[in-house]
């Protein structure tokens, strides 16, 4: 009988587990990774970058991105050279959405005071299905490169 008590107590606790890690992994999971702002050479606009993940089997939609660091934040897509204004970006389910050099990504319009490299910048990212996220964005020299290649 004591023989059979273990692997129940085990198989119990699996399962508790398991169902605080989304039960079955169907919802979206988002994160985000390698953010940094390269320092602007402007003192009234700045650029972002960053990876948001999404480990969930559901989809969700980066839908709006705010910073106390700017007036305003819009996200941008890059294709063929010309950049667009876009209202929100698909994070695909088991997916991500990369934000680089060249392609999508953030600017920071009327900042209230230029980063320097070494600062901070705290950003709010707003997804459709996972809420607020808050990111401290680190400002990085003008010129840096992620080593990842985002």
């Not at 996972?130 to 020299?141: D, I, N």
């Amino acid at each position: 009988m004591r023989r059979l008590v273990l692997p129940a107590v085990l198989l119990a606790g699996t399962v508790a587990l398991t169902g605080c890690d989304g039960g079955g992994d169907s919802a979206a999971h988002v994160s985000v990774g390698s953010s940094y702002m390269p320092q602007p050479v402007s003192d009234e606009m700045a650029a972002g970058f960053l990876t948001v993940v999404n480990r969930g089997g559901t989809a969700d939609q980066l839908t709006s991105v705010t910073s106390d660091a700017a007036s305003d934040v819009t996200m941008h897509s890059t294709a063929g050279g010309a950049m667009e204004a876009k209202s929100s970006f698909a994070v695909p389910a088991h997916g991500r959405l990369v934000f680089r050099s060249g392609g999508n990504h953030l600017m920071f319009d009327g900042l209230k005071r230029k980063p320097k490299q070494g600062d901070t910048v705290t950003v709010k990212l707003t997804f459709a299905r996972s809420g607020t996220l808050t990111v401290e964005m680190p400002v990085k020299s003008a010129t840096y490169r992620p080593p990842t290649g985002h």
